[in-house]
């Protein structure tokens, strides 16, 4: 066992305690085995009566997966990296979602990505004053994945949709608004997402993105046109593959058939040059300068689109 992630037995609680601080505690593939390796022990000790999930450091829960090591390791072992990733993952979170003891998760500080993927399915999502809550995939040429598109597809009015295709963060009040957390404990600013439905809920309607980014464009609300702006600068083919995902999850019965969803899209997705750029340019180089395969969404073919979806209809 590495000394990457903590466990403890005590007072009837199982912890999992996250333990890479100085990286906000971004999960490796051995991280997620861990954990579901001790998960599936637990569930037949009679000691463990509910799981507590929690992090070392101010920083955060979890800033997602480590994506460097991620992209390193497909560089390397292509479809087959990716199959393993994906399959380790996806099945921890489908067993936090569907585990039969009561799991809690503190998201405080910074909770993103594969973070909300271990905290989101939990029976108990607590926050707090310092949270932030975002699924910021669509910035380095992905899509919203580890389940988190059931509660998105889910949140009032097209709220969801907006999270998902810019990638923005939530404050606590607004994380428990959505659907993203159940609860917040000490005093916490009020919600501003929900003062802003009135646009995001005329802009964000129907299927097709670039209409979406149009009428943002177009609507006399500055944060509208604001947003245009940062759309257009997430990754194109994300930007549609993500909204293409978010209506289909909305069909979906439960977290696992959005999980399934998810693992029929990420493998293909990070196999593309848009996911390696992404990274290169928001972790590796950090220079903030992506160059998409698609200079603009209305260069994306929606048949191409599409086509990642066939096999699943």
Not at 100 to 122: E, Q, W, Y
Request: with cysteine; glycine share 8%; charged share 25%.
């Amino acid at each position: 066992m590495s000394e990457e992630v903590l466990f403890e037995v005590a007072d009837g609680v199982g912890r999992i305690t996250l333990n890479r601080p100085r990286q906000i505690n971004a999960l490796t593939l051995p991280m997620l085995a861990e954990i579901g390796d001790r998960l599936i022990d637990w569930l037949d000790d009679d000691a463990v009566e509910r799981v507590r999930l929690t992090g070392v450091g101010e920083r955060g829960l979890c800033s997602g997966a480590d994506v460097r090591t991620l992209r390193a390791d497909l560089a390397e072992r292509g479809e087959a990296g990716a199959q393993v990733f994906f399959s380790v993952e996806y099945g921890v979170d489908a067993l936090i979602a569907n585990y039969p003891k009561p799991v809690r998760a503190d998201l405080f500080g910074i909770t993103m990505g594969g973070g909300m993927g271990l905290a989101a399915h939990c029976a108990e999502r607590v926050v707090r004053s310092d949270s932030r809550l975002a699924m910021p995939e669509t910035i380095i040429g992905l899509f919203p994945d580890v389940g988190v598109l059931y509660e998105l597809s889910r949140a009032p009015g097209e709220l969801g949709t907006h999270l998902a295709l810019t990638g923005l963060r939530v404050g606590p009040a607004d994380a428990v608004a959505i659907g993203l957390a159940d609860r917040a404990e000490g005093e916490v600013p009020d919600a501003e997402l929900l003062t802003q439905r009135g646009w995001i809920d005329a802009c964000y309607a129907g299927d097709d993105p670039v209409a979406i980014v149009r009428r943002l464009a177009e609507h006399p609300a500055s944060e509208a046109r604001d947003t245009a702006a940062l759309l257009r600068r997430r990754c194109p083919f994300a930007v549609a593959v993500s909204l293409a995902a978010i209506r289909r999850a909305a069909t979906l019965p439960d977290v696992a058939a959005v999980l399934g969803q998810d693992h029929a899209l990420a493998v293909p997705m990070v196999l593309r040059p848009d996911f390696s750029e992404g990274v290169r340019a928001q972790v590796v180089d950090k220079d903030r300068n992506p160059v998409w395969q698609h200079e603009r969404l209305e260069d994306v073919d929606p048949a191409e689109v599409a086509a990642l979806f066939r096999d699943l209809d």
